[in-house]
């Protein structure tokens, strides 16, 4: 697949964040005894203001109803970076298909720094059309150059302690590389917020590529559909197996009052367009819930 320019929906926004109320209930603070009673309350000592959050049992039965409606197999957690909350739905492992390539890609920066080499222009190239267009030849070529060891042991050093990474002497594709979730998330709050596995440039190298992903590629987490001020970060995987279609969304969204971290993965009964757009609603519904905070 040819490479193509990074999408123009990369407008850092400010971190700011303006909490409005939208379709979820918030939680109320608890009324004081004095107010119980009717009566005229003593001055109090002031306190801190109570922010309200994300109603999750609101969310859950938001995501049940869709699970229902939808059918197939889904689950999820996201990582609200604003207050540091976090919120897990039916997770489950799932084959990974090409969300792999993001912790191909920190193998392969990784071994740079422990071997003092830079990625040639060739693997540069590789790199882009990986992450960007999702190219599985120049996944290979990179798969070979740093090894499947490399890459669980990079797994590893992330905590990603429930993946496990196939390809070449470990037998099978990288594509059946399995995952959860929460490792997912892990891995995108490596690069966001910083891990000593790989340093601050090489972070940055390859959420710029993840920011440029090609338009046809940007469903799911990077699509809602969200404002166009808003910033994403994302890879996507998909593939047909038995017991239904795959199809998994990780990223990060900036903007319109949310900053968090995301992975889906889902089993589609009904092959990809039905799986995508399934994936896009679950996304919808978190992106709702989070005009407030986890």
């Known amino acids: 697949m040819p490479a193509s320019q990074p999408v123009s929906r990369r407008v850092l926004v400010s971190s700011t964040l303006t909490l409005v109320g939208a379709g979820f209930a918030l939680r109320k603070p608890p009324e004081t005894a004095s107010a119980k009673a009717g009566g005229a ?3 109090a000592a002031p306190s801190p203001s109570v922010v ?21 197999t889904m689950g999820l957690v996201v990582h609200d970076l604003r207050n540091g909350a976090r919120f897990s739905w039916r997770e489950y492992t799932n084959e990974s298909l090409s969300t792999i390539k993001v912790l191909i890609l920190v193998a392969c920066l990784r071994k740079c720094q422990d071997t003092g080499v830079e990625l040639t222009e060739k693997q540069h190239g590789q790199a882009r059309r990986m992450i ?22 990079a797994a590893g050093l992330l905590a990603m302690s429930a993946t496990v990474v196939r390809g070449g002497s470990a037998g099978g594709w990288w594509g059946y590389s399995t995952t959860t979730p929460a490792d997912l998330v892990t891995l995108l709050d490596a690069l966001a917020v910083g891990t000593p596995v790989i340093h601050a440039g090489h972070r940055g190298y390859i959420r710029h590529l993840m920011s440029g992903v090609v338009p046809a590629q940007r469903w799911g987490v990077a699509d809602p559909p969200l404002p166009e001020s808003v910033y994403t970060e994302t890879k996507n995987g998909w593939g047909p197996m038995t017991g239904g279609y ?49």
Do not use: C, K
């Open 132 to 153: 960007q267009s999702s190219d599985n030849a120049a996944t290979d070529a990179l798969l070979a150059w740093v090894g499947t060891p490399a890459v669980q042991q």
């Open 52 to 72: 309200p959050t994300v109603d999750r049992a609101a969310l859950t039965a938001a995501l049940e109803a869709h699970r229902t409606a939808r059918g197939g």
């Open 41 to 43: 309350a003593a001055p």
């Open 246 to 294: 795959r199809l998994n969304s990780i990223g990060r969204v900036v903007g319109d009052g949310r900053n968090y971290t995301m992975a889906i993965l889902t089993r589609s009964p009904q092959g990809f367009r039905y799986g995508r757009q399934t994936v896009n609603g679950l996304s919808e519904i978190v992106h709702d819930a989070l005009v407030l905070p986890l």
